[in-house]
């Protein structure tokens, strides 16, 4: 059974119990199932990259793809994208690609006789940007300041985004030929990372018959608008979080700052991500609590990319991903939660 088809109130003995439909499932629920439905339009058989796309959405942060040339990253963010009814902007990251093409430039105006800012590409609602470890780190660099504080601050003036602002960028593996690797402060600015992966035999062959002679993206239209969105993501922020769930999230991110194979764990600002982003994950599921299912299932889309290992790490085989889950395994989970009621806080 597919995760997404599993409800985490009956996984497990710490999950929470049935407490009738809640207030969000009219709204965000169903707003993430119409927007994923339209993208699955153009994406077949990736329900969890949809969702996870959905639920950065909502949790207010910004989306990585990486995976091999071919399976279908910038189709996911352009449908994304298109499935808003927003300010979208598409950038193609290039090795003479500068910081000014992503952020704005001023112009001096012989009629005003002064300098005009003209903003770039990054002033949208949704900035896909393919290919971002093609440029330097300098131009890479160009998105710290938008990403984290929502603002772009050119010749000492400040610029302020509106919301809601997400970046959805791809990315080929380092390994790649003409690919630079993302700076630690850029990757852990990326609330997660997912990769497509190749499809199934049943949907590759459904993409041929659907997609040999249309592009479904030519015919795919908004389902949502940025108002929506916004309203959206402000029931999320509304979700109950319990101390003890906090303190498990800070047990998951202490433990990586512990583990002997990782020289470098997850930073404060990853946790805070993992929690925005499972409040997110339990709205789309109709609840308005969370629950450590939530945090399980988003550790590795969350955490591996912000990871780095030792050198012996690296020569046993291992990588984020297992030691994450073998960390998973090891930290104790709240075994009060199951009697948390949504509503007593």
């Known amino acids: ?39 699955e339009q153009v994406i077949e058989g990736k329900r969890n990259a949809v969702r996870l796309g959905l639920t950065v959405l909502l949790a207010e942060g910004h989306l990585l793809i990486e995976d091999v040339p071919g399976v279908g990253k910038t189709k ?5 994208a298109r499935s808003i009814d927003c300010s979208v902007r598409r950038v193609q990251f290039t090795p003479d690609l500068l910081p000014s093409d992503i952020t704005g430039v001023s112009v001096y105006n012989a009629e005003e006789r002064d300098f005009e800012f003209k903003p770039g590409p990054v002033f949208a609602n949704i900035v896909v940007g393919d290919e971002i470890n093609r440029a330097s780190p300098k131009t890479q660099a160009a998105l710290l300041e938008c990403m984290e504080e929502r603002q772009v601050t ?25 690919t630079y690797p993302l700076p630690e402060a850029q990757r852990d600015r990326f609330t997660a990372r997912i990769s497509m992966g190749y499809p199934d035999r049943n949907s590759e062959i459904a993409m041929l018959n ?13 389902v949502s608008d940025a108002t929506e969105v ?34 470098l764990g997850a930073s404060p600002r990853a946790t805070l991500q993992l929690l925005r982003s499972a409040k997110a994950w339990a709205a789309l599921d109709g609840r308005e609590y969370v629950i450590p299912d939530d945090l399980q299932f988003l550790l590795i889309p969350v955490f591996a ?41």
């Open 154 to 178: 050119v010749d000492g003036v400040t610029n302020f985004l509106e919301a809601p602002f997400m970046v959805l960028a791809t990315q080929n593996p380092i390994d790649m030929e003409g």
């Open 1 to 39: 059974m597919d995760d997404l088809d599993r409800d985490p109130r009956v996984a497990g003995t710490h999950a929470a119990p049935a407490l009738g439909k809640p207030a969000l499932s009219d709204s965000v629920r169903a707003a993430g199932a119409r927007i994923a439905a339209n993208i």
């Open 76 to 80: 996911y963010a352009k449908a994304l």
């Open 210 to 222: 659907e997609h040999a002679s249309l592009d479904p993206l030519d015919s795919l239209r908004p």
């Open 305 to 345: 990319h912000r990871l780095l290992l030792t050198t012996d790490a690296h020569i046993g085989g291992r990588t984020a991903e297992d030691i994450l889950g073998r960390l998973a395994q090891s930290t104790p989970i709240p075994v009060d939660e199951s009697a948390s009621v949504h509503g007593m806080r």
């Open 230 to 263: 916004r309203a959206l993501i402000a029931a999320v922020r509304r979700v109950h979080v319990s101390e003890a769930i906090k303190a498990y999230a800070v047990d998951l991110a202490e433990s990586t700052r512990r583990a002997a194979e990782i020289r």
